[in-house]
């Protein structure tokens, strides 16, 4: 059985989908872009700043479901430039910690709303 997972702490979904969706312990989250929760709006043109908003949006997804970033197993990162790994890999190195989750990270054309980044991922409830 399949619950859905919302909060007003992360940004609306944007399109017919959940925020995150719950199947037994394992969670797996809508990719997120760095729009902030109160506006609507892409929090800023600076990707360092974008995905610390990214991060914060799964974070509060992460805890409206029970859970907590750290217990993310695996995310997908998708950037709009490869010339923004090592900014983002700064980033993530703020929310996690040894063992990181597993990775994968691709730059793609177009996300959506125009945003640098967007991250989805799956958590596992203890």
Known sequence: MLKSISTLKAPQAIGPY??????????FLSGQIPLDPQTGQICSEDIEQQAEQVFKNLSA????AGGHLRQLCKINIYLATMKD???VNQVMMRYFSVPYPARGTVAVLGLPMGAKIEIEGVMVLA
Do not use: E, H
Request: charged fraction near 5%.
């Open 61 to 64: 997804v992460c805890l409206a």
């Open 85 to 87: 790994f090592d900014v």
């Open 18 to 27: 959940s925020q995150a969706t719950q199947a037994g312990t394992f969670v």
